[in-house]
């Protein structure tokens, strides 16, 4: 069955029959945006997101045929957001992409730029990774640009280390801070809405039907940002994509778009 692709708001929403179906559509995305930046000669810059959404996708991308169409040479990596974890923890988004893709392409070393946590406080680690995005990366309207951020959703409608009623949500200054967040227990550091907003392309991947009611209130449900911080996501001058599973899109009204119906189209996938 061919993916849907809809709208919602300023909000493309693409749904692939299932899971595997889901990540090529996601793989095909990374892949045709790297290709197209790279042939502006310009290294593509991406911010990788954490938790468990990203684990096929970054396994796609280090198989075929995804693996060889990423000029990985010319691609700077980036982290939306980690935990104040030493880099081989396994509760390290760092960890996770390194094992599943990192030591499976080649990017080159330099390219890489972690957040540096696991050598300090959490507090020095945003510090540190605010010089890293002013030295590497391109300014748009004064703040840096990724050329894309990948970001998931968490069921308490949180995104990066974005959590719901924390002051991070108002923070219009820094570039990355850190936050104790009691609900996982430990500091995470995080890029700020200014900068994740400020990017070219955002990709929401979500998964499973244990998403599919955070997805609703994300982008159907009445908007509350303070409670649901994903409702924040809205790239200034970008492209907005979230790529969901039929389980985690299952409850999304697809009739319905302020008021307006939906244009359902299946379209093929890019992949
Ligand atoms: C992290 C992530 C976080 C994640 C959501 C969704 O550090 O945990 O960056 O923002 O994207 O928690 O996680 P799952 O995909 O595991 O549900």
Redesign the pocket.
């Known amino acids: 069955m061919l993916p849907e692709r809809f709208q919602i708001g300023a909000a493309e929403i693409l749904v692939g029959c299932d899971l595997d179906e889901t990540v090529r559509i996601a793989a095909g995305q990374f892949v045709a945006m790297a290709r197209n930046r790279v042939a502006a000669s310009r290294d593509f810059c991406v911010a990788l ?5 990203p684990r096929p996708l970054f396994q796609a991308l280090a198989s075929e045929p995804f693996a060889s169409l990423v000029p990985w040479k010319h691609v700077q990596l980036f982290w ?2 980690e ?1 104040n974890v030493a880099p081989g923890d396994p509760q390290s ?1 760092y960890s996770m992409a390194d094992q599943l893709l990192l030591r499976r392409v080649a990017v080159p070393a330099e390219n890489v730029h972690r957040v540096p946590t696991g050598n300090g406080t959490a507090i020095e680690a945003a510090n540190q990774y605010e010089q890293v995005l002013r030295e590497k990366l391109a300014t748009q309207r004064g703040w840096p640009r990724f050329d894309l951020i990948l ?4 069921s308490n409608g ?4 974005l959590f719901p009623h924390r002051p991070t949500l108002h923070e219009s200054r820094r570039l990355v801070v850190a936050d104790h967040i009691e609900e996982v227990g430990g500091w995470r550091v995080t890029l700020t809405l200014p900068v994740l907003n400020n990017a070219a392309q955002i990709i929401m991947l979500a998964t499973g039907e244990e ?1 599919a009611a955070v997805v609703q209130r994300v982008l159907q449900g009445p908007r509350n940002p303070e409670e649901t911080p994903a409702q924040l996501i809205a790239p200034e001058q970008g492209k907005l994509t979230w790529i969901l599973d039929m389980a985690a899109a299952r409850e999304l009204r697809r009739h319905e778009n302020d008021g307006k119906p939906n244009d359902v189209k299946r379209t093929r996938a890019s992949w």
């Open positions: 997101s954490g938790g468990s959404a939306g957001d935990r988004n970001l998931g959703v968490g949180h995104t990066a280390s998403k």
